[in-house]
C-alpha cells in the first residue's frame, strides 16, 4: 500500500488511548511511521514502549499546533488522523459554562482546522495526502446535553465538504469519519471520573464499537488506490440507530 500511493507517516492526535492508539496500532503494522499527539507525555511514553521505534511521541496539547509541528522536527506528514476531542459535559447548553461551551468548541473544531491549514500545504506540495477527520453521529442526529459538541463535529463534517472542492485533482483524499458509540474513556468526565458508573450507564446493555473497529475503518478507506476517496462513512454498532423524536405537552410539562 505505501509504495503505490508513497504515503510514509502520519499524524494521530489523541494517540495516547482509546481510538487514537487503536489507529496509531494499526498504521504501524501497516508500515508508516507515526507520530503520535497527547497532553501527557507519560502516556504516550507507554504507548511507545508498546508499539517501538516506529511510533514518535509528541507531547502537545492539541490545541497548540505550533508545539505540534516543532515536535514533528521538520518531517512530512503525508496521514493526518484528527481524532483528539473532548466533551466538557452532557447538560443543555443554557446550563454550561462559558468555558464549557468555549473548550468543546476549541478541541473538536478549531484545532483540526489549524492542523489542516499548517499540514495541507505540504501534502499538495507533494501531491500525495489523507486526511480523516473523525466526528460523531452526534453532529447528523439529536443527542440530548450536547449542543456545542454537535455544532462542532457538524461544522467540521461541512470543512470536509468545502475541502473536498478546494482539493479536487490535489491528489489529497479528505475522509470523514462519524463513529456511532464507541467504548472508550470518552465520557469519563461527564460521569465526574466514575469508570464503572460509565460502564454500567453506556457500554453494559447494548454492544458498543471497539476503538479497533474505528482503526479497521480508517485502514479500509487508506487503503483503496489513489484514485477513489471514501469521503465520508458513518460506523454504528448494530445495536444503535441514532436519533428519536420527542413531544412535549402544550403546557410544557
Same mark, same amino acid.
Given at each position: ?12 492526535? !489523541? ?81 454550561q459554562t462559558a468555558e464549557e461551551t468555549a473548550e468543546t468548541i476549541a478541541l473538536n473544531l478549531t484545532a483540526p482546522?489549524?492542523?489542516? @491549514? ?10 500525495? !495526502? ?64 466514575? @469508570?464503572?458508573a460509565l460502564r454500567q450507564k453506556l457500554y453494559t446493555t447494548q454492544r458498543a464499537l471497539s476503538p479497533e473497529d ?28 441514532? !436519533? ?10
Open positions: 500500500m505505501n509504495d503505490d500511493k508513497g504515503y510514509r507517516s502520519a499524524l494521530v492526535t !489523541g494517540a495516547s488511548r482509546g481510538i487514537g492508539a487503536a489507529v496509531a496500532r494499526r498504521l504501524l503494522a501497516g508500515g508508516l511511521t507515526v507520530y503520535g499527539v497527547a497532553r501527557s507525555a507519560e502516556a504516550l511514553a507507554g504507548v511507545a514502549a508498546e508499539l517501538g521505534e516506529r511510533f514518535i511521541p509528541c507531547p502537545a496539547d492539541v490545541r497548540d499546533t505550533d508545539a505540534i509541528l516543532a515536535g514533528l522536527g521538520g518531517a512530512e506528514i503525508d496521514v493526518l488522523v484528527n481524532n483528539a476531542g473532548g466533551l466538557a459535559s452532557v447538560r443543555p447548553l443554557v446550563e482546522l489549524q492542523l489542516m @491549514r499548517r499540514l495541507l500545504p505540504g501534502m499538495v506540495a507533494r501531491r500525495r !495526502g489523507h486526511v480523516f477527520n473523525l466526528t460523531s453521529t452526534a453532529g447528523r442526529s439529536v443527542l440530548p446535553g450536547t449542543t456545542a459538541y454537535a455544532a462542532a463535529k457538524a461544522g467540521l463534517s461541512q470543512a470536509c465538504h468545502v475541502l473536498r472542492y478546494d482539493l479536487a485533482g490535489a491528489g489529497v483524499r479528505i475522509t470523514e469519519l462519524a463513529p456511532a458509540r464507541v467504548e472508550t474513556d470518552f465520557y469519563l468526565s461527564a460521569f465526574a471520573g466514575d @469508570r464503572e474505528i482503526a479497521q475503518t480508517i485502514w479500509a478507506a487508506l487503503s483503496l488506490p489513489p484514485h477513489a476517496d471514501l469521503s465520508e462513512i458513518v460506523i454504528t454498532s448494530t445495536d444503535q440507530a441514532a !436519533g428519536g423524536q420527542m413531544f412535549a405537552a402544550r403546557d410544557g410539562s
